[in-house]
């Protein structure tokens, strides 16, 4: 299906797009911070239906398509290193609220949930605030929020929080600056999917502005430590082992966190989804999917 608008309330609207047959457990996929839904690249969505799944991928609040909140101003610096933003400023419950707006507007009483780096932190705090909406959890390179466990190094910051791109070529210098900084290593700058998939988000909406309120938006929301003690979903961790954003150890204390969590660790993997380790990210998400349809699924009486 096209991409689609969907007013999920509160004066949000968010773009999503569908793949694959509607009769099948439903996975939805969040994408990370400042990062558009093209980033589930066609061809991992793909392998994901052809095992049996209909995807869904959206555009987050602040990114691609979905609602600008241009009436905030980006943070500066100092204000996210002191962790005092605009009062306005919304917080990753309010991205889990839209989540489960979205489940609404597609009819959809609940989903498996699948994030990667702040979007496995939006699917943590829908599996905690919003438990019935959550059939299981996939929290793929993310942490708790807790400042001693995969955190950012503040170095990071400015990468990530260039001004806007006066054209194409700047977009792609720009991507491939962040890519460099927090990407799988070994990885070539000028990796042909990579720069399609930058390409494309240019194409679909080259405003960066609000990966800035993103990042407050985590910052603002603390230690989730507590709040991820709630949730109750089936859930597996995935995480590289060379993630230079969120380091393995916020992978393996969000593991500890969650209850009866499974830690997968990818060797060689940073902080991105390369083609080379998308059979097994697949794999380990449809293995996880499977047994928590399966234990969903009532047994017939025996006879």
């Given at each position: ?7 999920v309330g ?171 900084a927090v ?86 993997m940073g ?33």
């Open positions: 299906m096209a991409e689609q608008l969907h007013d509160r004066g949000v609207t968010i773009c999503a797009e569908t793949f694959g047959d509607p009769s099948d457990p439903p996975l939805l996929l969040l994408m990370g911070l400042g990062m558009q839904m093209v980033r589930w690249h066609e061809t991992f969505v793909e392998r994901l239906t052809d095992r049996g799944l209909f995807v869904i991928r959206c555009d987050n609040r602040d990114s691609g398509r979905s609602t600008y909140f241009s009436d905030v101003p980006p943070p500066r610096l100092a204000q996210l290193a002191r962790r005092r933003f605009d009062p306005r400023q919304y917080r990753l419950t309010d991205m889990a609220a839209d989540t489960a707006g979205l489940l609404d507007a597609l009819g959809l009483d609940s989903a498996h949930v699948a994030g990667a780096s702040m979007g496995g932190m939006i699917a943590q705090t829908l599996a905690a605030e919003h438990p019935r909406r959550v059939r299981s959890l996939v929290s793929i390179m993310s942490n708790t929020g807790s400042r001693w466990h995969g955190q950012p190094a503040l170095k990071t910051y400015p990468v990530l929080l260039k001004r806007p791109a006066r054209d194409l070529d700047a977009y792609l210098a720009q991507q491939v600056l962040v890519h460099g990407g799988s290593p070994g990885l070539p700058a000028d990796d042909p999917l990579f720069l399609e998939i930058a390409r494309r988000s240019y194409g679909r909406n080259p405003d960066l502005t609000g990966t800035g309120r993103q990042l407050a938006a985590i910052l603002a929301s603390g230690d989730r430590t507590r709040q991820l003690h709630r949730i109750s979903a089936p859930t597996l961790v995935i995480h590289g082992d060379r993630d230079r954003m969120i380091a393995l150890s916020g992978g393996r204390a969000t593991a500890r966190a969650i209850p009866g969590a499974e830690l997968h660790v990818i060797p060689g902080h991105d989804l390369p083609r080379e380790n998308w059979p097994e990210v697949i794999d380990s998400i449809v293995h996880h999917v499977r047994g928590a349809e399966a234990a969903r699924t009532p047994r017939s009486p025996a006879p």
